[in-house]
């Protein structure tokens, strides 16, 4: 088991700590990764988050016309190449 102290400092608004690589490395985290945060009892609980790769049919199969649909630029008239 890897342990070592950090130290808490203030990041804007929130509360940051950086892990030593001896620590994210027996974790096998790395950077970008998705974790969760929880609190049980008082401890601190950082789970990785398993990355999910997606495919096309999957993507298009979430993809909700309502909320991402539409022009990106809605214009009245042709302009540009449109004409």
């Not at 929880?38 to 790769?53: A, D, F, P, Q």
Request: avoid cysteine.
């Amino acid at each position: 088991m890897t342990e070592t102290i950090l130290v808490i400092r203030k990041w804007g608004n929130s509360l940051g700590g950086r892990l030593p690589a001896a620590v994210a490395r027996e974790a096998k985290l790395h950077a970008d990764q998705r974790v969760r945060i929880s609190v049980e009892n008082g401890r601190i609980i950082i789970t990785s988050l398993s990355e999910v790769h997606l495919t096309l049919e999957q993507r298009l199969a979430s993809f909700d016309p309502a909320r991402h649909g539409g022009e990106d630029m809605q214009t009245a008239e042709n302009r540009g190449a449109e004409k």
